[in-house]
């Protein structure tokens, strides 16, 4: 299996905005879940929002009307555009991948079977 990559991490003061990128081949164009987490220090990982092979997305509360996950099938990278950025958003941000096993993406992580290696977001009051 190819892995998952994530890129477009960074810092930005609150307000602000960062659209992170995985580029996950063979996953995101398949009958796959693909989904972003987070994980920040002293936390334990939590799903943000997932995108089920034929479109459909889910989001938790706390990112519902900020985050906005979407996907490119034609060349495999899964995003998440991300607004109104505050400090409790700080973590580190994972992609993932699942086969579609049920009709729907499951919330936990733990049974998700493909990960990024992640890539860092600070937020700055």
């Known amino acids: 299996q190819a892995q998952l990559m994530e890129s477009g991490g960074g810092s930005v003061q609150a307000g602000g905005s960062l659209r992170l990128s995985c580029s996950a081949p063979?996953?995101?164009?398949?009958?796959?879940?693909m989904g972003w987490f987070r994980e920040a220090p002293g936390k334990e990982r939590e799903g943000l929002t997932n995108?089920?092979?034929?479109?459909?997305?889910t989001y938790v509360d706390s990112v519902k009307g900020r985050f906005t996950i979407s996907k490119d099938n034609a060349n495999d990278i899964l995003y998440l555009q991300m607004n109104s950025l505050q400090p409790e958003d700080t973590a580190m941000y994972y992609c993932?991948?699942?086969?579609?096993?049920?009709?729907?993406?499951?919330?936990?992580?733990?049974?998700?079977?493909?990960w990024g290696q992640g890539t860092q977001v600070t937020v700055n009051p």
């Open positions: 993932a991948a699942v086969p579609m096993k049920w009709t729907y993406c499951p919330p936990s992580w733990v049974r998700w079977d493909y």
């Open positions: 063979g996953y995101v164009r398949g009958r796959y879940c």
């Open positions: 995108i089920r092979f034929d479109g459909r997305s």
